[in-house]
């Protein structure tokens, strides 16, 4: 499997890009964005560097995105479960680019008041070619790869801001995101993909996102109508389950 990672070593505080393979991580060249990784090749593998995954720092693999762009209420059975009307066409909100934080690093509790933080597992979409009007049937062609990200939340900010997500969503480190992006082609389909989320070793959420309302391939194809997508874009589609308030010093493995 193809899952490609930014990294540092040991002994170097520059980051270097690397393919993740059976808990190795293979440096490889010629890569200084995500989006490059849309024309991979094994020749790009440098076979002599090669690093234990215990060993490396994983970084987050996305790298100032343009957008960060999420889909709330996405679930059939969620939305069914909160007695909430289906949405006709999908909820789009966004997050900054400074949300983003790699696998397992902290998340600063917010210094502005909340009572009500919690999390969402979540499928991520990296965009790895630029895109205007997307047709859905293409939409798919425009994806560079897979990851997984955590909406983290202030719900009483979310709800104060006049109704607008946008602080309650958007403060420092509230999307953990990777450790990697999985390639395009190792997923076959993007409808059948299982979801969970542990706190504290304990399973909180488990779902799957063959119970998406909208399908990845048509959200990038609405969202396109809009707005250009560039390469390095992140969306992020809503998880099935709900999900419950968090105290400070919280684990989210």
Same mark, same amino acid.
């Given at each position: 499997?193809?899952?490609?990672?930014?990294?540092?070593?040991?002994?170097?505080?520059?980051?270097?890009?690397?393919?993740?393979?059976? /808990?190795?991580?293979?440096?490889?060249?010629?890569?200084?964005?995500?989006?490059?990784?849309?024309?991979?090749?094994?020749?790009?593998?440098?076979?002599?560097?090669?690093?234990?995954?215990?060993?490396?720092?994983?970084?987050?693999?996305?790298?100032?995105?343009?957008?960060?762009?999420?889909?709330?209420?996405?679930?059939?059975?969620?939305?069914?479960?909160?007695?909430?009307?289906?949405?006709?066409?999908?909820?789009?909100?966004?997050?900054?680019?400074?949300?983003?934080?790699?696998?397992?690093?902290?998340?600063?509790?917010?210094?502005?008041?909340?009572?009500?933080?919690?999390?969402?597992?979540?499928?991520?979409?990296?965009?790895?070619?630029?895109?205007?009007?997307?047709?859905?049937?293409?939409?798919?062609?425009?994806?560079?790869?897979?990851?997984?990200?955590?909406?983290?939340?202030?719900?009483?900010?979310?709800?104060?801001?006049?109704?607008?997500?946008?602080?309650?969503?958007?403060?420092?480190?509230?999307?953990?995101?990777?450790?990697?992006?999985?390639?395009?082609?190792?997923?076959?389909?993007?409808?059948?993909?299982?979801?969970?989320?542990?706190?504290?070793?304990?399973?909180?959420?488990?779902? /799957?996102?063959?119970?998406?309302?909208?399908?990845?391939?048509?959200?990038?194809?609405?969202?396109?109508?809009?707005?250009?997508?560039?390469?390095?874009?992140?969306?992020?589609?809503?998880?099935?389950?709900?999900?419950?308030?968090?105290?400070?010093?919280?684990?989210?493995?």
């Amino acid at each position: 499997m193809s899952a490609f990672v930014r990294f540092l070593t040991p002994t170097s505080n520059v980051a270097k890009w690397g393919v993740l393979r059976q /808990n190795v991580v293979s440096a490889i060249s010629g890569v200084s964005h995500i989006s490059d990784c849309m024309q991979f090749s094994e020749n790009l593998v440098h076979p002599t560097e090669q690093y234990p995954r215990k060993d490396v720092t994983l970084l987050p693999p996305i790298t100032t995105p343009d957008k960060v762009l999420c889909v709330a209420l996405n679930y059939r059975d969620h939305c069914e479960e909160k007695n909430i009307e289906i949405p006709t066409s999908p909820v789009i909100f966004n997050k900054f680019p400074s949300t983003l934080v790699g696998d397992c690093s902290n998340v600063r509790y917010p210094t502005i008041h909340t009572e009500k933080l919690d999390y969402e597992v979540e499928l991520a979409v990296v965009i790895g070619k630029q895109g205007k009007n997307i047709a859905e049937s293409e939409a798919l062609n425009h994806v560079v790869g897979y990851t997984v990200a955590c909406d983290v939340t202030a719900r009483d900010w979310q709800k104060k801001n006049g109704g607008q997500f946008l602080l309650g969503k958007s403060m420092d480190d509230f999307c953990p995101i990777g450790p990697c992006v999985v390639a395009k082609s190792e997923i076959s389909d993007p409808q059948k993909l299982r979801l969970s989320c542990y706190i504290n070793g304990v399973k909180k959420q488990d779902g /799957n996102t063959s119970n998406m309302i909208f399908s990845v391939a048509y959200i990038i194809s609405h969202i396109s109508k809009f707005c250009t997508l560039l390469p390095g874009d992140v969306i992020s589609y809503w998880h099935t389950e709900w999900c419950w308030i968090l105290p400070q010093s919280t684990r989210i493995p």
